[in-house]
């Protein structure tokens, strides 16, 4: 599982992409060179260049030195135009790089600096078409996700789910295709549209359904003795 610090490192590095040279970026990319299955922290790529850029996270001496694919024949220099390494400023000389990659350096309110300039892959081993698929892909799959995990989002963190009876989920209509929120029992099977002058039922085993949170007898005890009291 990566660190805070690596995550926080690779939403800058997708933010200095971003901001000095690319039209298409995203985070943790799938690529398949070699039948070897790796994922670029971040991808950058210029259309009208016609250029890819990769940036690799490391954020201590143990992370850069355990990663073989930065020096392999189907590495991160191999697969883009342009390849660098980010890290905490001072934790990688110059001489520690591997051969072609560039060096990026960030401080601790989050300014970017090139420590060193990568060296140009005049035939990187996957053409920028599949590049620009598997970053398009990437950056789709990324804001599908924040979108799902916003509808999701479980504000009592699985407080009463267990033996839980009663389920809080998002549903889309199939008839109006409005999305809402409802509350549910273990099994049941439909429930009817909130959506205004729809009124049509809602088959729970077919329609887009995403749980939310579930709620079991402790909660409903809790939430009756809170009701008792006032």
């Known amino acids: 599982m990566e660190s805070n610090l690596h995550e926080h490192f690779k939403k800058q590095a997708l933010y200095w992409l971003k901001d000095k040279m690319v039209d298409l970026c995203a985070n943790e990319v799938k690529l398949f060179p070699s039948r070897k299955k790796l994922i670029a922290d971040s991808m950058g790529i210029n259309l009208k260049r016609k250029e890819a850029r990769i940036i690799e996270v490391k954020v201590s001496k143990n992370d850069f030195k355990r990663d073989k ?51 140009r892959n005049k035939k990187p081993i996957l053409t920028l078409d599949s590049l620009v698929k598997r970053t398009a892909r990437a950056a789709t799959n990324a804001v599908l996700f924040k979108e799902l995990s916003k509808e999701t989002k479980d504000h009592t963190k699985g407080s009463f789910t267990r033996g839980a009876k009663i389920h809080l989920v998002n549903a889309t209509c199939p008839s109006c295709k409005k999305r809402h929120k409802y509350l549910i029992k273990t099994d049941q099977l439909q429930v009817l549209c909130k959506a205004r002058g729809c009124k049509k039922f809602i088959p729970l085993n077919r329609a887009r359904v995403h749980l939310v949170t579930s709620y079991n007898k402790t909660f409903i005890n809790q939430m009756q003795k809170l009701m008792e009291d006032e």
């Open 69 to 119: 694919v930065l020096e392999a024949p189907y590495g991160y220099h191999a697969i883009a135009d342009y390849a660098y390494i980010m890290t905490p400023v001072g934790l990688l000389s110059n001489d520690e790089l591997p051969d072609g990659y560039g060096l990026l350096e960030i401080d601790d309110f989050d300014k970017i600096t090139v420590k060193k300039n990568p060296v």
